[in-house]
T-cell receptor
């Protein structure tokens, strides 16, 4: 199994600022995923972060807006840049172990004013 | 049409009732996940299915690959079961992305 922690758990930010969300896993994993869940919507994959390579972004998401770091096999960060109220969401990191089981972090609830 | 459809969207039940949540999908999958999301946003993986049936405590999950349909059952429901239940399918093999349904919001009244 994998235990995932995220920081911060929630934040309220001003328009135009940036927030970096940290994700820590208690075991080494190759692939980490960042998801967004807008109010009333299902989860949407932002990007897949592999250690040692550039993150792979899904359609509609770009590196300038959501830069990701993956410095080692247990840690990743997602930055939400130049925020607007439309970025208000829950952001979740997730890992998939070799058993195909997917584990999710507790989420970061972001409100942009 | 979404690739993963859940029904119902909202469900209110009395404590002790038997609950069924349905999930239909339109893509080929390697696995189907049932997830539970608590009001604070955290998500817990309940089941991963590729065939048949799994049981964990009061929770039972079934999948019919031919009909592209899965159900999550909760027996003897309890207020602490109140949460959003999300069906997600993995396409494209074990490294494929998860495609999520919109979730079913369950409220169990005492």
């Amino acid at each position: 199994s994998a235990v995932i922690s995220q920081k911060p758990s929630r934040d309220i930010c001003q328009r135009g600022t940036s927030l970096t969300i940290q994700c820590q896993v208690d075991s080494q994993v190759t692939m980490m995923f960042w998801y967004r869940q807008q109010p009333g919507q299902s989860l949407t994959l932002i990007a897949t972060a592999n250690q040692g390579s550039e993150a792979t972004y899904e359609s509609g998401f770009v590196i300038d807006k959501f830069p990701i770091s993956r410095p080692n096999l247990t840690f990743s960060t997602l930055t939400v840049s130049n925020m607007s109220p439309e970025d208000s969401s829950i952001y979740l990191c997730s890992v998939a172990l070799f058993t195909d089981t997917q584990y999710f972090g507790p989420g970061t609830r972001l409100t942009v004013l | 049409k979404n690739e993963v459809e859940q029904s119902p969207q909202n469900l209110t039940a009395q404590e002790g009732e038997f609950i069924t949540i349905n999930c239909s999908y339109s893509v080929g999958i390697s696995a189907l996940h049932w997830l539970q999301q608590h009001p604070g946003g955290g998500i817990v993986s309940l089941f991963m299915l590729s065939s048949g049936k799994k049981k964990h405590g009061r929770l039972i999950a079934t999948i019919n690959i031919q009909e592209k349909h899965s159900s999550l059952h909760i027996t003897a429901s309890h207020p602490r079961d109140s949460a959003v239940y999300i069906c997600a399918v993995r396409s494209g093999g074990s490294q494929g992305n998860l495609i999520f349904g919109k979730g079913t919001k369950l409220s169990v009244k005492p």
